[in-house]
């Protein structure tokens, strides 16, 4: 059974620093692209960053040098590091993994963990 768990949001002050996790089970993670959407209240899902198995990144353009996506295989762990945190970052922020080779073959994705920006 496939389960992917996000941890590490919380609430931040503007300018702040968070780390998300997303650590999966039940697959070949290493064989999989992993992607960090968050949703705001009000508004639609987003795709924040991507990595894939190769490790090549994709940002989206309001994350770009503020938000480091990484991964380690070893403990199928793919981590979000977000830098200089704004109020409009406020969101849940999940994980999505789907097979790297085969995207549209599997797709899983996790509850989400919740990052507040705010003074």
């Known amino acids: 059974q496939v389960e992917l768990v996000e941890s590490g949001g919380g609430l931040v002050e503007p300018g702040g620093s968070l780390t998300l996790s997303c650590t999966a089970s039940?697959?070949?993670?290493?064989?999989?692209?992993i992607e960090w959407y968050r949703q705001a209240p009000g508004k639609q899902r987003e795709l924040v960053a991507r990595i894939f198995s190769g490790s090549i990144t994709y940002y989206t353009d309001s994350v770009k040098d503020r938000f480091t996506i990484s991964r380690d295989d070893a403990k199928n762990v793919v981590y979000l590091q977000m830098t200089s945190l704004k109020t409009e970052d406020t969101a849940v922020y999940s994980c999505r993994s789907y097979p790297s080779l085969r995207p549209t073959s599997a797709d899983y994705w996790g509850r989400g963990t919740q990052v507040t920006v705010s003074s």
């Open positions: 039940g697959l070949r993670f290493r064989f999989h692209d």
